[in-house]
Nanobody, 124 residues
Framework: QVQLVESGGGLVQAGGSLRLSCAPSGRTLTRYTMGWFRQAPGKEREFVAAIDWSGTSNRYADSILGRFTISRDNAKNTVYLQMNSLKPEDTAVYYC?????????????????WGQGTQVTVSA
């Protein structure tokens, strides 16, 4: 397992943008497929986006397609989630996760390492 630390959350008005970052503590992310998930109050944790270890393959949830972009900079050992055109329904705690699979999986059960989460609040 790898310890992950998210940053970049905050309060933003609808239509605004935020960029979340995820970095490991003490290890490299180079060989890990990375994912972003979110959990709104009273709801189950849901998949947002995933990117394979090389950065050449990614997947997105339908609800954020065209608004969010996942990327990674292996030289900086960091994964990003650029969120544009934010909506109040995007309000949630966002979690970074890692797994050792070779493709960008959407399945939450495939991820064995998780960060503590960062709060994103979008006001109407």
């Amino acid at each position: 397992q790898v310890q992950l630390v998210e940053s970049g959350g905050g309060l933003v008005q609808a239509g605004g943008s935020l960029r979340l970052s995820c970095a490991p503590s003490g290890r490299t992310l180079t060989r890990y497929t990375m994912g972003w998930f979110r959990q709104a109050p009273g709801k189950e944790r849901e998949f947002v986006a995933a990117i394979d270890w090389s950065g050449t393959s990614n997947r997105y949830a339908d609800s954020i397609l065209g608004r969010f972009t996942i990327s990674r900079d292996n030289a900086k050992n960091t994964v990003y989630l650029q969120m544009n055109s934010l909506k109040p329904e995007d309000t949630a705690v966002y979690y970074c996760a890692a797994n050792t699979m070779s493709y960008a999986t959407m399945r939450i059960e495939d991820y064995g390492s998780w960060g503590q989460g960062t709060q994103v609040t979008v006001s109407a």
